[in-house]
């Protein structure tokens, strides 16, 4: 079955430290997405990509970054500039040649600092 | 700029209850819409969608219709089931190449036995 993976499905930070979180799909999709969950927020867009080797970053960028070096992968990595990265993290993929495509959701990470 | 509004939960029914979830936007051309579900501890999933006003998207007892000239995509069921529990959230697609999609907050769902 074609989905979206993401993993580890928990993760804990230190003070200090960089984590990435791991998003793959074997959907065929062009356009890759991260999103941040809090509670009583809603998703937030971290960054996304519409094409390998090109992403943008989107309405809370800073503290993460991103590569999207194979069409199938879409690393998000924490880093210790983000001061508050307690949040549930979604992944999402789209097609992107035809309009009113849905995005298609991993089953989230759940990073907790330690 | 282009937003969406959701009414406010937690939203608490009995089984077998009729449901409906509030959702109104505002956008420029004509957005697709959508509803998304999570369901506790996993991603979200695509519900249902409209590309089009009066256009109804049906799902699994759920249907919401995309009404232009109220910018509005309410999301009905008519007999809830306690399986029904989760969080859904209404969310539209910005016409144009944009891929972005613009959420609104989520609507918590608990249906009683």
């Known amino acids: 079955d074609g989905g979206i993976t993401q993993s580890p499905k928990y993760l804990f930070r230190k003070e200090g430290q960089n984590v990435t979180l791991s998003c793959e799909q074997n959907l065929n999709h062009d356009a890759m997405y991260w999103y941040r969950q809090d509670p009583g927020q809603g998703l937030r867009l971290i960054y996304y990509s519409q094409i390998v080797n090109d992403f943008q970053k989107g309405d809370i960028a800073e503290g993460y970054s991103v590569s999207r070096e194979k069409k199938e992968s879409f690393p998000l990595t924490v880093t210790s500039a983000q001061k508050n990265p307690t949040a549930f993290y979604l992944c999402?993929?789209?097609?992107?040649?035809?309009?009113?495509?849905?995005?298609?959701f991993g089953d989230g990470t759940r990073l907790s600092i330690l | 700029g282009n937003s969406v509004t959701q009414m406010e939960g937690p939203v608490t029914l009995s089984e077998e209850a009729f449901l409906t979830i509030n959702c109104t936007y505002t956008?420029?051309?004509?957005?697709?819409l959508f509803w998304y579900v999570q369901y506790p501890g996993e991603g979200l999933q695509l519900l249902l969608k409209?590309?089009?006003a009066d256009d109804k998207g049906s799902n699994k007892g759920f249907e919401a219709t995309y009404r232009k000239e109220t910018t509005s995509f309410h999301l009905e069921k008519g007999s809830v089931q306690v399986s029904d529990s989760a969080v859904y959230f209404c969310a539209l697609n910005e016409a144009g190449n944009n891929r972005k999609l613009i959420w609104g907050l989520g609507t918590s769902l608990a249906v009683n036995p």
């Open positions: 999402a993929s789209s097609i992107v040649r035809t309009e009113n495509q849905p995005q298609h």
């Open positions: 956008a420029t051309g004509y957005p697709s």
């Open positions: 409209a590309t089009k």
